[in-house]
């Protein structure tokens, strides 16, 4: 086992670490035939994390009608949303064909096992939850899952190194149900909330199905600086989600409830959008608000008025 790292020098290593991930250079913000993205002619596609809507209590199916009624590719749905629904009496199969008929994918969702915490036995309680959430999601026909470190939110001693042999654990655990973890960042966290440490467990992780799950807000709140985006290769990140923040309350304050639709802040989007587009993401754009005022709105209104939004920025971006 290599020595622990102190915090400093983790991301030191994840800086080193993310430089190794660089792409071969891409035509600056170009979208050729050849490289069409998700939907022919767009950079990216469009799905709706169901936190935006969380708070109309939509079961599982209506919150799909919401989505494919708006007008996205693919939806981002909560693990308690798909246990809610079994518990109720649902058939994942009924909804995993609404979903194909409805023409989306279930491109990642939302759990919260306790993977990465440094207790043994909670940590292996934690894999087991995170398999049968990871088996909830393959039902419905989803392909990934969150990965956020939940757990060590408030550790800041967190050794990385074990962090990264237990996304490892972890991602055998997800190839095994044919779910791939993505290992999350939370702005919030004493652990996991740069970028640096982010890169650093996916890439010492050494597994051919890391993956990382940014997200606009997090890196804010964490204290990123976007630039380390143009440091990640775009083809480690499947799903990046979209929001944008005010510019107060300032970051040591703000939170989850105060992200607005992408545009209605001072996030640099157009920055961001080209940044991993160059990097190579062509994956999805996944609207992630908790917005207790759109929570009082019209769901189908809100998802698409976030959807007009998301489309709003990558035309400014790409224009």
Known sequence: MPPQLDR???????????????????????ATAADPGPTAGQPFGYCLNMSTIRGQKLSLPEQVDVAAKAGYQAIEPWIREIQ?????????????????????????????????????????DGLETARRDMELVKQIGGKRIAAPPVGATNQADLDLYEAADRYRELLDVGREVGVVPQVELWGFSKSMSRLGELVFVATEAAHPDACMLPDVYHIYKGGSSFEGLRMINGAAMHVFHMNDYPDDPPRATINDAQRVYPGDGVAPLTKILRDIHDAGFRGMLSLELFNRDYWMQDPLQVAQTGLAKMRAAVEKAFA
């Not at 400093?8 to 170009?30: F, I």
């Not at 064909?97 to 909670?122: M, P, R, Y």
């Open 8 to 30: 400093r020098q983790a991301l030191l290593a994840g800086s080193v670490a993310a430089a190794a991930t660089l792409t071969a250079p891409v035509e600056p913000h170009a």
């Open 84 to 124: 809610q629904f079994v518990e109720q009496g649902g058939n994942l199969a009924d909804v995993k064909k609404q979903i194909a008929d409805a023409g989306l994918t279930v491109e990642s969702a939302i759990g919260f096992a306790n993977w990465i915490v440094d207790d043994e036995a909670k940590r292996a």
